[in-house]
């Protein structure tokens, strides 16, 4: 079971990143969170969770332990996926959802895309007495300019997490025309609710 990869980010998108490892190239599926985290850098450190199914073996991502548990602590959940885990912790940051978690807030669960009221009460019920609130989120996201590589990584992103194109193009072209210096990540959050 392997713990994290570390090494030269070969590539990076909103949904996955590339990390160099001894000539080995690792791709990681990672949320928005992990992918503001590494934007700008050269290397990473990512902390993985290794799927291994008939059909494919997946890396999926996280910047640091307490996301890659929460994550952990999704997908223990009866009908919550590692892409649906996925979309939770690019739709709220670690923080967010340990709050929601802590405070039964169900709403801001299914703002979720794909969550129905069932599956957030779920949530809640099972990960209440696991989930502990921590300390203040220390990571800091340098806001880029919105221009056309903004809106064809939210949309590469959008696509990779299953959303139909022509939509995705669509609400994100909308999104940008009211928030021209928004950011991939939040305009990415922003698609997520309105998809």
Known sequence: MLDFIKGEIVELNPASVVVNVGGLGY???????????????????????????????????????RERELFLLLISVSGVGANTARVILSSLNPKELESAISSGNSNALKAVKGIGAKTAERIIIDLKDKVKLSGSDDLSISPTTTNDITSVEAIAALVMLGFNQAASQKVVSRIVKENPDITVERLIKLALKML
């Open 27 to 65: 791709v990681a599926q990672i949320s928005l969170y992990t992918y503001s985290a590494l934007n700008g850098s050269k290397e990473a450190k990512v902390y993985v969770y290794e799927a291994i199914r008939e059909d494919a073996h997946l890396l999926f991502g996280f910047i640091d332990k």
